[in-house]
Nanobody, 122 residues
Framework: QVQLVESGGRLVQAGGSLRLSCAAS????????MGWFRQASRKEREFVAV????????HYADSVRGRFTISRELGKNTVYLQMNSLKPEDTAVYYC???????????????WGQGTQVTVSS
């Protein structure tokens, strides 16, 4: 089955930038889209961004639109999240997701990476 390996999370100052990577591997690709979710301490996991694998069309949460950019590299089965103008409220564990779908008014996923910590200092 599909496995997701994430990298790129670290401590960064407010206003700085980070680029997260997620490499997908395995015998079967489970879905048509990949994306990113995040979970801050003592909060529920929330949607960040999603991209369709074939067309490359992207959608973003209101909180990150204009600052974050999701992209994919088809030949490497890799999805990226470029994060600019980072704010302390962006601090969270960021999870890569495969097979992202939209249902009942929200984005969901069944396949997750292990998560990578992003900490933004003020």
């Amino acid at each position: 089955q599909v496995q997701l390996v994430e990298s790129g999370g670290r401590l960064v100052q407010a206003g700085g930038s980070l680029r997260l990577s997620c490499a997908a591997s395995g015998r079967t690709f489970s879905g048509y889209a990949m994306g990113w979710f995040r979970q801050a301490s003592r909060k529920e996991r929330e949607f960040v961004a999603v991209i369709s694998w074939s067309a490359g069309s992207a959608h973003y949460a209101d909180s990150v639109r204009g600052r974050f950019t999701i992209s994919r590299e088809l030949g490497k089965n890799t999805v990226y999240l470029q994060m600019n103008s980072l704010k302390p409220e962006d601090t969270a564990v960021y999870y890569c997701a495969a097979g992202v779908f939209y249902s009942d008014g929200e984005y969901k996923s069944d396949t997750w990476g292990q998560g990578t910590q992003v900490t933004v200092s003020s």
